[in-house]
């Protein structure tokens, strides 16, 4: 016979178990952290994991999706600020643009014949490269670096132990026409090869290109170079 409990005796809590999940996400030039924690008994069902797993993908969209509106709002109050002049422009690239363009190519794991061929591309002699040419360069390196890393983190969080559960289809999806022949025609205004591009900033080729990175590359191609700073 089980014994009885004794009046004002405490309740024994129940035993769960937690996981806490920590994510640093970027939008833009900004960082936000988010913690999720979920809690359940230890005879949680299948069900219920997924129930809970499913919760903290809404809570987080819905994070997200404020974040970004928030952020937008600040930046279009703010004034633009002046384009960054860069000293003695028509001098030779300073040693620490090389040393910061030979880190860029080691993020990228590029050889350096794909380093070689990519300045060819883009008119730019490495060895007898100005500051100008240099700071332009580093930029387009970057600009490569940061898409595969938002590329391969949007693939990495739209992943589940059930496989691949994209965020938004709609940059998943091939490329259309109308975004292949805007690539195409920009990429002639300005002597670029569109099938080395592609490769080089995504690995794939134009054939597996997805609405999201061709729109990537257009908003890129279609405003005007920005330049930073580097000497």
């Given at each position: 016979?089980?014994?009885t409990?004794?009046?004002g005796?405490p309740t024994r809590?129940e035993a769960?178990v937690?996981?806490?999940?920590r994510?640093?996400?970027?939008i833009?030039e900004d960082?936000i952290?988010l913690?999720?924690t979920?809690?359940l008994?230890?005879?949680a069902?299948d069900e219920?994991v997924?129930?809970?797993?499913?919760l903290?993908?809404?809570?987080?969209?819905?994070q997200r999706e404020?974040?970004?509106?928030?952020?937008?709002?600040?930046?279009e109050?703010?004034?633009?600020p002046?384009?960054?002049?860069?000293?003695d422009?028509?001098a030779?690239?300073?040693?620490?643009?090389?040393?910061?363009i030979?880190?860029?190519q080691?993020?990228l794991a590029?050889t350096?014949?794909?380093l070689a061929s990519?300045?060819?591309e883009?008119h730019?002699?490495?060895?007898?490269m100005t500051?100008a040419?240099?700071?332009?360069?580093?930029d387009?390196?970057k600009?490569?670096?940061e898409?595969?890393q938002?590329?391969a983190?949007?693939?990495?969080s739209a992943h589940t132990?059930?496989?691949a559960?994209p965020?938004r289809p709609?940059?998943?999806?091939?490329?259309h026409?109308?975004q292949?022949a805007?690539?195409r025609?920009?990429?002639?205004?300005?002597?670029?090869?569109?099938?080395?591009?592609?490769?080089?900033?995504?690995?794939?080729t134009?054939?597996?290109?997805t609405?999201?990175?061709?729109?990537a590359?257009?908003r890129?191609?279609q405003r005007?170079?920005?330049?930073?700073v580097g000497e």
């Amino acid at each position: 016979m089980a014994p009885t409990r004794k009046s004002g005796e405490p309740t024994r809590p129940e035993a769960t178990v937690s996981r806490t999940y920590r994510a640093a996400i970027r939008i833009g030039e900004d960082y936000i952290t988010l913690e999720e924690t979920i809690a359940l008994p230890l005879d949680a069902s299948d069900e219920e994991v997924a129930k809970a797993v499913d919760l903290g993908w809404r809570i987080y969209r819905t994070q997200r999706e404020a974040i970004e509106a928030q952020i937008a709002s600040i930046r279009e109050a703010q004034p633009v600020p002046p384009a960054p002049t860069i000293r003695d422009p028509d001098a030779p690239a300073s040693d620490r643009q090389r040393h910061y363009i030979a880190a860029l190519q080691e993020d990228l794991a590029w050889t350096n014949e794909q380093l070689a061929s990519y300045a060819q591309e883009h008119h730019v002699d490495l060895v007898t490269m100005t500051k100008a040419q240099a700071s332009a360069f580093i930029d387009s390196l970057k600009k490569i670096a940061e898409e595969r890393q938002a590329y391969a983190a949007a693939a990495r969080s739209a992943h589940t132990d059930n496989g691949a559960v994209p965020a938004r289809p709609a940059d998943t999806a091939p490329a259309h026409e109308k975004q292949i022949a805007a690539l195409r025609r920009l990429a002639q205004q300005k002597g670029f090869d569109l099938d080395a591009e592609i490769r080089q900033r995504f690995e794939i080729t134009i054939e597996e290109l997805t609405s999201g990175q061709a729109s990537a590359l257009l908003r890129e191609w279609q405003r005007p170079a920005q330049r930073t700073v580097g000497e």
